[in-house]
């Protein structure tokens, strides 16, 4: 019996971690043919005199924000780690081990507009983001002791977002997380076996498949991973074998808010709505010697999947075993591809 990727169960491989995706697409062969509902949340205003983002309004450890006019930031009220410098590490055993953890964690509010997402975002102002990006990660690696930087955004409350103003967060530590350490060592497994990155041996194969790519402009593309665990997810890679944000061009910082603006647009069009998703940078740690075999990537993780309100839950076997997906890769790649860049509300008014 012939075997077909479109309609046969099987495994792909993420590269990048080595993990298993199962893909069955004999279990949803259409879905986007099913019911698509919009979602019914009402527009925001542009200012909320009861949010602790907006210009000049007081956050909830007391600070007063200033009448910001671009991207705003400031360290987390509520941060999840402590700029304090403290050795204790315990190993009772190898059985209950603990260490202290330093950091600093600072929000950037993306622009005073409380109603404008990445997505409405004009690029100009898309461009401020990315470069407020670059400097807090050049000022915050500037700290000896901080080894990673990690970039992100949870957008829309589906993903956690405590605030729906619409922001991202910089996390500095002293320790590289689990992930990072993953993803080097086999980038670095692949590099000293081939003396290229594996993200542009990759990137150079999908560029000649086209299937799976959505945006390609001078220095990035934007495309559906071949092992994609979440409905639509994305990447963005960059066509220098660059380690970290701090390595890019002017031109480069305008082309990846470029890239950013399109993708975001593509997926509010998708079904319509503030389409919600956790996004964040992988790059090389700082302050750490060699990590040439680190590529600069971004990834997208957005959990919708039939429409604006129908959610793909990792639950049951993706938690105990492996991710599973229904759609392929390719379909979602191909729904994506089909999207307008000017968004659905523009559309709408003419």
């Given at each position: 019996?012939?075997?077909?990727?479109?309609?046969?169960?099987?495994?792909?491989?993420?590269?990048?971690?080595?993990?298993?995706?199962?893909?069955?697409?004999?279990?949803?062969?259409?879905?986007?043919?099913?019911?698509?509902?919009?979602?019914?949340?009402?527009?925001?205003?542009?200012?909320?005199?009861?949010?602790?983002?907006?210009?000049?309004?007081?956050?909830?450890?007391?600070?007063?924000?200033?009448?910001?006019?671009?991207?705003?930031?400031?360290?987390?009220?509520?941060?999840?780690?402590?700029?304090?410098?403290?050795?204790?590490?315990?190993?009772?055993?190898?059985?209950?081990?603990?260490?202290?953890?330093?950091?600093?964690?600072?929000?950037?509010?993306?622009?005073p507009r409380h109603d404008l997402t990445l997505a409405?975002?004009?690029?100009?102002a898309i461009t401020q983001v990315v470069k407020t990006?670059?400097?807090?990660?050049?000022?915050?690696?500037?700290?000896?002791?901080?080894?990673?930087?990690?970039?992100?955004?949870?957008?829309?409350?589906?993903?956690?977002?405590?605030?729906?103003?619409?922001?991202?967060?910089?996390?500095?530590?002293?320790?590289?997380?689990?992930?990072?350490?993953?993803?080097?060592?086999?980038?670095?497994?692949?590099?000293?076996?081939?003396?290229?990155?594996?993200?542009?041996?990759?990137?150079?194969?999908?560029?000649?498949?086209?299937?799976?790519?959505?945006?390609?402009?001078?220095?990035?593309?934007?495309?559906?991973?071949?092992?994609?665990?979440?409905?639509?997810?994305?990447?963005?890679?960059?066509?220098?074998?660059?380690?970290?944000?701090?390595?890019?061009?002017?031109?480069?910082?305008?082309?990846?808010?470029?890239?950013?603006?399109?993708?975001?647009?593509?997926?509010?069009?998708?079904?319509?709505?503030?389409?919600?998703?956790?996004?964040?940078?992988?790059?090389?740690?700082?302050?750490?010697?060699?990590?040439?075999?680190?590529?600069?990537?971004?990834?997208?993780?957005?959990?919708?999947?039939?429409?604006?309100?129908?959610?793909?839950?990792?639950?049951?076997?993706?938690?105990?075993?492996?991710?599973?997906?229904?759609?392929?890769?390719?379909?979602?790649?191909?729904?994506?591809?089909?999207?307008?860049?000017i968004h659905y509300k523009k559309q709408s008014n003419?």
């Open positions: 019996m012939s075997f077909d990727l479109n309609n046969d169960p099987h495994i792909r491989i993420d590269i990048l971690t080595g993990e298993r995706v199962l893909v069955s697409p004999h279990r949803s062969k259409r879905p986007w043919q099913g019911q698509v509902e919009k979602s019914t949340t009402r527009e925001r205003e542009t200012y909320d005199e009861d949010c602790y983002l907006c210009p000049g309004n007081r956050r909830a450890e007391g600070a007063i924000n200033p009448s910001y006019s671009g991207s705003f930031v400031f360290v987390n009220d509520f941060s999840a780690l402590l700029d304090r410098d403290n050795s204790f590490y315990l190993n009772e055993k190898d059985l209950f081990i603990t260490e202290a953890e330093r950091g600093i964690c600072k929000v950037i509010s993306f622009s409405e975002m004009d690029l100009d990006w670059q400097n807090e990660f050049d000022n915050l690696r500037k700290n000896i002791w901080v080894q990673y930087i990690q970039v992100f955004e949870n957008k829309g409350a589906i993903m956690g977002c405590s605030n729906p103003h619409p922001h991202g967060q910089v996390w500095a530590q002293q320790g590289i997380p689990s992930a990072i350490v993953l993803e080097g060592q086999r980038q670095m497994d692949y590099f000293k076996k081939y003396g290229r990155t594996l993200l542009r041996d990759y990137l150079d194969a999908e560029l000649k498949k086209k299937e799976r790519v959505l945006i390609e402009t001078k220095s990035f593309v934007c495309l559906v991973p071949y092992w994609a665990k979440w409905p639509f997810e994305t990447m963005i890679i960059s066509k220098r074998e660059l380690q970290t944000i701090s390595e890019f061009s002017s031109e480069e910082l305008s082309d990846l808010a470029l890239v950013i603006q399109e993708l975001a647009i593509r997926y509010d069009n998708l079904f319509e709505t503030s389409f919600p998703y956790s996004a964040g940078m992988h790059q090389a740690p700082v302050n750490t010697g060699d990590q040439s075999g680190w590529h600069w990537h971004m990834h997208f993780y957005p959990p919708l999947l039939r429409s604006a309100t129908v959610k793909k839950f990792m639950v049951g076997y993706e938690m105990l075993a492996d991710a599973q997906r229904d759609i392929t890769p390719e379909k979602a790649a191909e729904m994506l591809q089909q999207l307008s860049v003419g």
